[in-house]
């Protein structure tokens, strides 16, 4: 059974920074392609940025592009999005799921980020 | 790149059919098969319910079903249930990632 297990969210002030991971099991990880999808308060999903499994390929979405990274340890099975310079906007919660080419699969439960002061 | 365009809506009594529209363009829907549909509850991470248009994973009932004519997939769902309530989003392949639609909430009436 595939799982998903985020962590490293929080109540950060705007123009902090924060670290979120993913850790995966039940999977062969370097396979497969990651993605990180985020849902405000109330709002519908927004893709944010994914990385393919041997790192070729990393792509992100216009709101965070110049802000958020993307990386992945394939020995550790995890993946994760370093967020700088975090706005009120970036508030919500961060899913990580595997993707492959027909979209999201397998989701995380998600990470709570709340960015105010 | 906008959002999938989803009614906001759709309800129906329990054991009816309903069916949930996803609306893109000749980039997105109608460029490729890969359109995906997927089902959140309250609190609930999101939950894959069909995937490359008409395919649904194990463990999905066959109550849901997935097809696309152009630019427009839909999802419909027979024989209501009431645990069938909740938010439904579709998302398309957009030659590098996916892009969802804003979502549809399902009410069982």
């Known amino acids: 059974e595939v799982r998903l297990v985020e962590s490293g969210g929080g109540l950060v002030e705007p123009g902090g920074s924060l670290r979120l991971s993913c850790a995966a099991s039940?999977?062969?990880?370097?396979?497969?392609?990651m993605t990180w999808v985020r849902q405000a308060p109330g709002k519908g999903l927004e893709w944010v940025s994914s990385?393919?499994?041997?790192?070729?390929?990393?792509y992100y979405a216009d709101s965070v592009k110049g802000r958020f990274t993307i990386s992945r340890d394939n020995a550790k099975n995890s993946v994760y999005l370093q967020m700088n310079s975090l706005r009120g906007d970036d508030t919500a919660v961060y899913y990580c799921?595997?993707?492959?080419?027909?979209?999201?699969?397998?989701w995380g439960q998600g990470t709570l980020v709340t960015v105010s002061s | 790149q906008s959002a999938l365009t989803q009614p906001p809506s759709a309800s129906g009594s329990p054991g009816q059919s309903v069916t949930i529209s996803c609306t893109g363009t000749?980039?997105?829907?109608?460029?490729?098969?890969?359109v995906s549909w997927y089902q959140q509850h309250p609190g609930k991470a999101p939950n894959l319910m069909i995937y490359?248009?008409?395919k649904r994973p194990s463990g999905v009932p066959d109550r849901f079903s997935g097809s696309k004519s152009d630019n427009t997939a839909s999802l419909t769902v027979s024989g209501l249930q009431a645990e069938d309530e909740a938010d439904y989003y579709c998302?398309?392949?957009?030659?590098?990632?996916?892009?969802f639609g804003g979502g549809t909430k399902l009410t069982v009436l």
């Open positions: 799921a595997t993707d492959p080419a027909g979209g999201p699969d397998h």
């Open positions: 039940g999977l062969t990880f370097s396979s497969y392609s």
């Open positions: 990385l393919s499994g041997d790192t070729t390929y990393i």
């Open positions: 000749s980039s997105d829907v109608g460029a490729y098969n890969y």
């Open positions: 490359e248009v008409n």
């Open positions: 998302s398309s392949f957009l030659g590098t990632h996916n892009i």
